[in-house]
């Protein structure tokens, strides 16, 4: 059984065995195609039409499943590894041990933003950015630029108390636990980490960063949290809503998924605590 770790309790042994996964996901093609496939719904989810992965009520079943697939692929490399989490309201600054060269690698340079060290960095070789918006193909982030503070404990847990999983109209103007989680309303927690890193992570490309993983994987552990706390407060809505992904609906692209396949992750993985 798959258990999920606090990314700042893994081993030496742990994180390289993670980053060697990674990286053979690249070298084979395979890590571009997760990349490809969230720009594709980024760009497709709106606010006022169809929206499956993200602004929605499904944004945290859609990414469930969206990290299940990727920590699948990584597993048939290295049937070990397991996606870490990053919590990012405890590991808050740039000198975190996530960002150190023997396992992410650090922020970018202040002129192109352009990461250079660690194994992701464009002078080791082996991460080229295919999948972009624009002609650069070297990783980048600028950690703590764009705004200043990642989430506080304190933070998380007015989320996390909120007792309602989602509200009409279901999209970024909803109130609920579900926008205040991914952030388009109130205190905003996941959007503002993608923000915090910067570089790839605060684009539709954002996956080219592999701590996208670490940061949805804790988002991931939120839920479960969430579900914890509020034992009886279902995935809402339940039937009959245009544009939206209801309960027992399947999630493009699988096509074959649906919310209520995925709202129980012991199915699939534990967490550490
Ligand atoms: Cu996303």
Known sequence: MTVRKNQ??????????FVAA??????????????RTHNEFIMADTDSGERTGHRSPSFL????????????????VDSTVALPYWDWST???VRASLWAPDFLGGTGRSTDGRVTDGPFAASAGNWPVNVRVDGRTFLRRSLGTSVS?????????SVLSMATYD???????????????????????????????GGHMATGVSPNDPVFWLHHAYVDKLWAEWQRRHPGVGYVPTGGTPDVVDLDDTMKPWNTVRPADMLDHTAFYTFDA
């Open 149 to 157: 503070e990642l989430p506080t404990r304190p933070e998380v847990e």
């Open 91 to 93: 590991d808050r600054t």
């Open 167 to 197: 509200m009409a109209p279901y999209n970024s103007a909803s109130d609920g636990f579900r926008n205040h989680l991914e952030g388009w309303r109130g205190v905003n927690l996941h959007n503002r980490v993608h923000r915090w890193v």
């Open 22 to 35: 990674v990286l053979e996901l690249k070298r084979s093609g395979r890590y571009d195609d997760f990349v």
């Open 61 to 76: 079943p859609w990414h469930r499943r969206f990290l299940l697939d990727f920590e699948q692929a990584l597993q048939a």
């Open 8 to 17: 700042a309790a893994l081993t030496a042994d742990e994180k390289r065995r």
